[in-house]
């Protein structure tokens, strides 16, 4: 196996020669052999354990032998201990969800700190097996078929190809001791039950099940990547990113045969779990939203846009003063005296100073606004109408900032300026504002 693992490094995970490495060692049998192979191999390594206090004194019985273990071999070992039940309460997760939490944010927690490049986990072919039937059991598409990653990120599964039998005959070869896990011996968990009753059952009717199914399983990947492209391909004829937004053109979109396909490996980074909801959106009605944590998506007309859910207030008020001449935050603007008043354009407007009462206030458009629109003199228009007649989406609506003089609006940002604070024949101070 040294050999055949050696081999697969040098294919696959050629850039970790010279690399300073952590292994995750649970003092189980596929980590104390992931480590002795290494150790072989005399790659620079740390060892990572954490004690998620599940099993008592057993638990620490496993950091005893980890640690006495990189004492004995002189390599650099590390520990943290987790109150893993407590954790899981609290955010109300699995006790295996909750441990993974933890375990991965200590992983790169001590990444950054010791300057290691690479974090490698002991992963195999069964626990690659397991995974497949327990994502299939749940229902899953083809991205959870495909299994464990090789790579996530800083994460990297060397084990992946070997089964365990392989790894259970290097460790008799070589005489390598490990620490039986007593809570793989239950049923309790989902993953035990597959491990002791349904595998032994499908290698029963299939000797080779094990290397059937790695077979399929490139195929998946394979499938998975085909469709990944197509996914770039289309994005590229129905879809334009303008700043943090993306918008996806609807009428582009609905002439492909299979669009909710596309629309999840679109969208499905971005946190969304109402899949129907958001199928329903192609067809529903203008300004309706779905929301995931952090990102929504809006139906726009004939568009669909997805936009980070903004942080700001909408209470926030900025103050600009008499004597300040830039402002960076939340817009750029710039503010100037100027001797007489050139061509105007949405992006700049000029008003009469002794008209305008400092601080001026930038703020966020409300319901009931309303303003006198440059040119309609006497007449008020409410800010909503305004919008409705640009035809301006919801969100574009949400980032407009009003310039306010003492309670009345003196500029619409961007869009129009207020006709009480124009230039007169007897203004006698000219303020220049210049959205940049």
């Known amino acids: 196996m040294l050999s055949n693992f050696k081999n697969h490094l040098g294919i696959r995970f050629p850039f ?18 992931l480590l002795h192979l ?33 004492e004995e071999n002189n390599i650099p070992f590390f520990t943290t201990q987790f109150d893993t039940e407590a954790f899981a309460k609290d955010y109300k997760l699995s006790t295996q969800i909750a441990a993974r939490e933890l375990r991965y944010n200590w992983f790169y927690e001590l990444l950054a700190i010791h300057k290691f490049d690479y974090i490698l986990t002991a992963h195999h072919a069964d626990d690659n097996l397991e995974t497949f039937i327990i994502n299939l059991s749940r229902g899953t598409g083809l991205e959870g078929l495909i299994g464990i990653p090789e790579q996530n990120d800083k994460i990297i599964r060397p ?8 790894i259970l005959r290097y460790a008799k070869e070589n005489n390598i001791e490990w620490c039986e896990d007593s809570s793989n011996a239950s049923n309790k968990y989902l993953r035990n039950k597959i491990r002791h009753d349904l595998v032994p059952i499908l290698k029963e009717i299939n000797p080779n099940f094990l290397k059937a199914f790695q077979k399929t399983q490139s195929y998946l990947q394979e ?22 937004e993306i918008h996806f053109d ?17 969208l499905n980074e971005f946190g969304f779990l109402a899949w129907n909801d958001i199928y329903d959106l192609v067809d529903g009605q203008s300004g309706k939203q779905i929301f995931s944590t952090e990102f929504r998506l809006l139906k726009n007309r004939d568009t669909l846009i997805l936009c980070p859910i903004s942080e700001m207030s909408e209470k926030e008020e900025f103050e600009i003063n008499e004597n300040d001449t830039q402002v960076n935050f939340p817009l750029k603007l710039s503010l100037c005296n100027v001797s007489h008043i050139t061509i105007a354009s949405n992006k700049s407007i000029f008003v009469d100073a002794e008209k305008i009462q400092f601080p001026l206030i ?27 007649d640009e ?13 306010c003089s003492n309670d009345k609006i003196v500029w619409v940002v961007g869009i129009r300026q207020d006709e009480r604070f124009k230039i007169e024949n007897t203004s006698n101070k000219i303020l220049k504002i210049e959205l940049q």
């Open 391 to 403: 035809k301006l989406s919801q969100i574009e609506k949400e980032n407009i900032w009003l310039l």
């Open 362 to 388: 930038l703020r966020k458009w409300k319901e009931g606004d309303s303003f006198m629109p440059f040119g309609m003199k006497g007449k008020s228009k409410k800010v909503s109408k305004l919008f409705k």
């Open 16 to 33: 970790l020669e010279n690399k300073k490495l952590f292994l995750a060692v649970s003092s189980g049998l596929d980590s104390i052999v």
């Open 223 to 244: 499938s998975n990547e085909m469709v990944e492209d197509a996914a770039i391909m289309i994005y590229q004829q129905v879809a334009k990113e303008a700043g943090e």
């Open 38 to 70: 290494f150790q072989q191999l005399e790659y620079e390594i740390g060892v990572l354990h954490c004690n998620f206090q599940l099993r008592g004194l057993e638990s620490f019985g496993d950091q005893d032998f980890i640690q006495n273990y990189c």
């Open 159 to 166: 084990l992946l190809p070997f089964s365990r039998e392989e």
């Open 250 to 266: 609807l009428n582009q979109l609905k002439k492909l045969p299979n669009y909710r396909s596309y629309l999840y490996q679109w």
